[in-house]
């Protein structure tokens, strides 16, 4: 589900303004042609992957940990996000002029987005220098700290990150987790959030039909490694499967005003459309 930024991260937006890109590298005297180095602030960074990612990842697949412990460790971690360097405007600003050669110094860059299946923008980041040549060879790793990433992602109008496309693993940082991470705060999922279940509960006290409401975590959870092994986490969702158990004998437009209604409240719900980035549905009749 699509969510405008809520107000604390547009104020960080705003006051992150200035000389600089969204993923807050200065433009003063960038070079962009091709001798450039990528700019970093870290001293003595060879552009490898951070161990702690690294590690998360791997416990993730194991099924040892949880997706929480990936976010958590990007929340500390030096990323990379790839610009393209792109050809300036047409002198004057005429779109029906010819193109004019420019220097490497004139092009423009681009923070790279891609679309995901349902449409939504996507902001692709990368945890070491190999992983983001392996993905486009052209694109320039620029280094940054990955909460500026994720404020670049909001910058952007990009609701999810995905970490590492195209390598062994890779892991989607859906929106909640993205505007947690932007803000520099822990995220629960919303398949373990206490807060999101009693919302789930909140939005069917009124239905008698419903007897039982139960929040697990979605098919969408689960994501594939490049040879295909199952990961159970970093998947694009949906997140958070609910479970209705409703009394039997409901008549079709029944069930369909029921769960209209449930659906309703919990998207006028803001502790639950904040936490909880994409829903499926699991009607159950109970046993007669």
């Known amino acids: 589900m699509s969510r405008e930024l809520p107000g604390h991260i547009r104020a960080l937006l705003d006051a992150a303004g200035g ?21 970093s602030t870290h001293a003595d960074d060879d552009g490898s992957a951070d161990v702690r990612v690294n590690a998360a990842l791997d416990e993730l697949r194991a099924g040892r940990a949880g997706e929480d412990a990936v976010v958590d460790a990007l929340r500390e971690a030096r990323i990379f996000v790839p610009l393209i360097a792109g050809v300036a405007a047409p002198h004057g600003g005429d779109p029906e002029a010819a193109p004019v ?7 423009e860059l ?8 349902d449409g939504r923008t996507v902001l692709p980041v990368f945890s070491s220098v190999d992983t983001l040549r392996g993905w486009h060879p052209d694109a320039r790793p620029i280094p940054t700290w990955a909460p500026r990433a994720a404020l670049a992602a909001a910058a952007e109008g990009a609701q999810l990150m995905v970490l590492d496309p195209g390598a062994a693993i890779s ?14 705060k822990p995220w629960t999922p919303s398949y373990t959030d206490a807060a999101v279940a ?5 939005a069917t006290v009124s239905e ?11 098919r969408g959870v689960v994501s594939a490694a490049l040879d295909g092994t199952r990961v159970p986490g970093g998947g694009p969702g949906p997140e958070l499967r609910i479970g209705l158990t ?7 437009h029944d069930l369909d005003a029921t769960v209209r209604r449930i659906q309703e409240r919990l ?13 499926e549905l699991r009607i159950v009749a109970a046993p007669t």
Request: charge should be negative; proline fraction near 10%.
């Open 267 to 279: 998207a006028a719900d803001p502790v639950f459309a904040d936490g909880v980035d994409s829903i």
């Open 246 to 252: 409703l009394r039997a004998g409901l008549d079709r």
């Open 19 to 39: 000389p600089a890109d969204s993923a807050g590298i200065p433009w003063a005297g960038r070079n962009l042609g091709p001798d450039a180095a990528a700019p």
């Open 208 to 218: 008698p039909a419903v007897l039982q409401v139960d929040c697990t975590a979605g």
């Open 110 to 117: 681009s923070l790279v987005t891609i679309a995901a299946p």
């Open 198 to 202: 009693a919302a789930a509960r909140g």
């Open 101 to 107: 050669p420019v220097s490497d110094k004139e092009a």
């Open 171 to 184: 892991f989607v940082v859906r929106r909640p987790a993205l505007w947690a991470l932007a803000q520099q």
